[in-house]
């Protein structure tokens, strides 16, 4: 069965920084793509940013919200994907979703519980 | 890319046929995908590449359109489809959403 389970999670003060973890179990990790989406309080799905696997070089898309703010990286040895947060706003408040893609063009098949991180003062 | 679903909310009964509609700003081929969602919970893929039934989804759920037209259908409405569904598109970065569709008991 697969599971993804986020963490790290919190309460942040607005210009602080923030590192969400995810581990990933029951399919072969290193050959996926891997994405964070998140929701506001109330509103819809945005999505934040890609990394591609081994075989396309790591390589990594960002949504124009967080690029230069946030950067994702992985542990294909550890099962896990990380997402570091700098320079928060209290527009990045949300529930931050990881989640399973496949390659390009393809959809986003399996989703984490979430993590809420919430940036106030 | 930017995706508009219609309507935002729908009124319906158990057995209706609802159908949402997805239209994208410029054409997409069939890269489009729909999630339901539910209060508190991780959306679910429903539908892939505008028209495959994800492994596991009820067959009353269908989805149709190629280009920047898509629908998804319900055929007859049960009590666990209220929830709200968003359409996804995977042509090109930025990757985005509908502004989401939540399906309400009449």
């Known amino acids: 069965e697969v599971q993804l389970v986020e963490s790290g999670g919190g309460l942040v003060q607005p210009g602080g920084s923030l590192r969400l973890s995810c581990a990933a179990s029951?399919?072969?990790?290193?050959?996926?793509?891997m994405d964070w989406v998140r929701q506001a309080p109330g509103k819809g799905l945005e999505w934040v940013g890609r990394t591609r696997n081994k075989a396309n070089s790591y390589t990594t898309e960002y949504a124009a919200s967080v690029k230069g703010r946030f950067a994702i990286s992985r542990d294909d040895s550890k099962n896990s994907l990380y997402l570091q947060m700098n320079s928060l706003k209290t527009e990045d408040t949300a529930v931050y979703y990881c989640v399973r893609g496949g390659g390009s063009w393809e959809p986003f098949y399996c989703w984490g519980q979430g993590t809420l991180v919430t940036v106030s003062s | 890319i930017q995706m508009t679903q219609s309507p935002s909310t729908l009124s319906a009964s158990v057995g209706d046929r609802v159908t949402i509609t997805c239209r994208a700003s410029q054409s997409i081929s069939s890269w489009l995908a729909w999630y339901q969602q539910k209060p508190g919970k991780a959306p679910k893929l429903l539908i892939y590449k505008a028209s495959s039934l994800e492994s596991g989804v009820p067959s009353r759920f269908s989805g149709s359109g190629s280009g920047t037209e898509f629908t998804l259908t319900i055929s007859s409405l049960q009590p666990d489809d209220f929830a709200t569904y968003y359409c996804?598109?995977?042509?090109?970065?930025?990757?985005?959403f509908g502004g989401g569709t939540k399906v309400e008991i009449k």
């Open positions: 029951g399919f072969t990790f290193s050959d996926h793509y």
């Open positions: 996804q598109q995977s042509n090109d970065y930025p990757l985005t």
